[in-house]
């Protein structure tokens, strides 16, 4: 991003930030928003050594890496853990969802008003395959050069260099 400023264009960051308690209250309001993670790309252009603050910040913000190599920083909310029974576990891992395929899922989570995770990763857009047309091969003629001076010029192939 950019803006006009007297004439000349400054560069603005997507997240201005100064220090790590600035990036861990973005992460935290992201997170309360639903809004899920910051791309470590977008923190590194607004917070200066922010490497240096991501270890600080240590077991406070969650890394994930993406099929597409990004990495996505997440605010690590403490209250969210908790540890789930294990009667509840197995319960869970009975369900079979083997009848259900892809598309079903996300249409009842859509209707539930959840977004599937699908959507948040990377666009992928599919190439179009060109065909080529079985074109006649057409038989050009090359052009010549130096056909004007072909009584002028010399052949100097079987002269050895240095000898005239």
């Not at 997507?14 to 600035?22: I, R, V, W």
């Not at 917070?47 to 890496?65: M, S, W």
């Not at 100097?156 to 000898?163: E, L």
Request: include cysteine; proline fraction near 4%.
């Amino acid at each position: 991003r950019s803006s006009d400023l007297d004439g000349k264009y400054v560069f603005k960051p997507k997240y201005n930030l100064k220090d790590k308690k600035a990036l861990l209250r973005l992460l935290d309001k992201h997170d309360q928003r639903g809004l899920g993670g910051i791309l470590l790309d977008d923190i590194e252009e607004g917070l200066p050594n922010a490497q240096k603050a991501i270890k600080a910040l240590g077991d406070q913000i969650v890394t994930v890496t993406r099929p597409d190599k990004k990495k996505i920083l997440f605010y690590n909310d403490k209250s969210c853990q908790f540890t789930v029974d294990e009667e509840f576990q197995k319960l869970w891992r009975s369900v079979p969802v083997d009848s259900m395929d892809e598309e079903k899922i996300e249409d009842y989570l859509k209707r539930q008003g959840i977004s599937s995770m699908q959507e948040s990763g990377p666009k992928r857009i599919l190439a179009v395959q060109k065909r080529k047309k079985p074109g006649s091969k057409k038989n050009r003629k090359f052009k010549t050069h130096n056909d004007h001076l072909a009584g002028v010029l010399k052949d100097y192939t079987d002269v050895t260099p240095g000898k005239s």
